[in-house]
């Protein structure tokens, strides 16, 4: 099989993550768990909190500021702005709108993209289809969640599990054999009320009732939602390595959704590739949804782990439900 050649490469990258921290410890005293239980089942130790009047586009235009700066891009350069959030801080306009104008990146065609912790996946797919057709150079892709904003803090079920945070990275045009080799994303709408927010937007508006009854926060099964995410991120793994002329054992390292740690490590075991060539910074963050990943990405670039050549596989896995994979030649 003939490996494709890359169009599109990731030339910078960039986070924000709130100062506020909340440890396992914190939640002992809101309520009913324990640091054992959180840490034995999910690896989780803390995650960051947004400070009040904190919102998504904020955090976005931070992280979104420190990728253009690394990649020697201006805000006016690019061509299209893509938001991957699930806690937009308004319903109208769009959270990308909103960031646009805080980057200054009025050149832009901006726009939110909605699918949960597979967002910024499905971001960077839609990026590449539209710098490789010639109609951009630049294209910047953001994640940021707010996810304390609908996490029911009475749930000791889900409260546990989120973080807020952002990630970002700038993608111009390939022409050295770097950038993405292959995407695979899916999607099955008839699983939503796994992982869903009941109410809030227009077919049951926000009232009084739908506050009173935590209508418009995060319910989640647990369970049923393991097994979903395991099963799907080893599937898009093993089409997209497919379709990038790769197996596991090719893969310097994988950067999976920080969701929980017994899924990464499943994932993992199923995509034949051992935890050592696996980043997890779960246990720092929590599941910040689709910005866990580039968070992730950014972090490991800081710390000299991929070196030019290096296979990288990332997988992800949300509410829709929603699932995805991609492998890029760094």
């Known amino acids: 099989m003939k490996k494709p050649q890359p169009a599109v490469e990731i030339v910078g990258t960039g986070r924000y993550v709130p100062e506020k ?6 939640l002992e005293a809101m309520v009913e768990t324990s640091d054992q239980w959180i840490r034995e089942r999910t690896g989780i130790h803390e995650r960051h909190i947004a400070a009040e009047g904190e919102g998504a586009a904020h955090m976005a235009a931070k992280a979104a500021a420190c ?4 990649a020697g891009v201006e805000a006016g350069e690019g061509d299209v702005l893509i ?3 699930a806690t937009p801080d308004r319903l109208l306009p769009s959270t990308a709108c909103d960031t646009q104008a805080l980057l200054g990146a009025d050149h832009a065609l901006a726009f939110d993209l909605g699918a949960a912790c597979s967002g910024w996946l499905y971001g960077l797919t839609v990026a590449e289809s539209y710098l490789a057709s010639g109609k951009g150079e630049v294209a910047l892709v953001i994640a940021s969640e707010k996810m ?8 000791r079920t889900t409260c546990v599990l989120f973080g807020d945070g952002a990630g970002a990275a700038v993608l111009r045009p390939s022409s050295d054999g770097r950038g993405i080799l292959s995407s695979h994303h899916r999607s099955d709408g008839s699983l939503a009320e796994l992982l869903y927010r009941p109410a809030g937007g227009a077919m049951l508006p926000m009232d009084q009732g739908v506050l009173d009854r935590g209508e418009h926060l ?3 099964a647990g369970r049923e939602v393991f097994r979903s995410a395991v099963r799907n991120m080893a599937d898009a793994a093993e089409h997209a390595l497919r379709e990038a002329g790769i197996t596991g054992a090719d893969v310097d390292l994988m950067i999976p959704h920080q969701a929980n740690v017994r899924i990464i490590e499943a994932t993992a075991r199923y995509a034949g590739i051992p935890m050592d060539r696996v ?3 779960v246990d720092r963050y929590g599941n910040m949804s689709s910005a866990s990943i580039p968070v992730a990405l950014d972090e490991v670039l800081e710390k000299g782990i991929l070196e030019p050549g290096m296979h990288v596989l990332m997988v992800a896995f949300g509410a829709g439900l ?3 994979a991609m492998t890029f030649r760094w």
Request: without cysteine; negative net charge.
């Open 21 to 26: 921290t909340l440890t396992n410890h914190d």
């Open 67 to 70: 990728a253009m700066e690394r």
């Open 83 to 85: 938001l991957s959030t």
């Open 148 to 155: 304390s904003a609908i996490v029911d803090w009475t749930d």
């Open 218 to 220: 995060v319910r989640m």
């Open 279 to 281: 980043y997890a910074n």
């Open 322 to 324: 929603t699932w995805g």
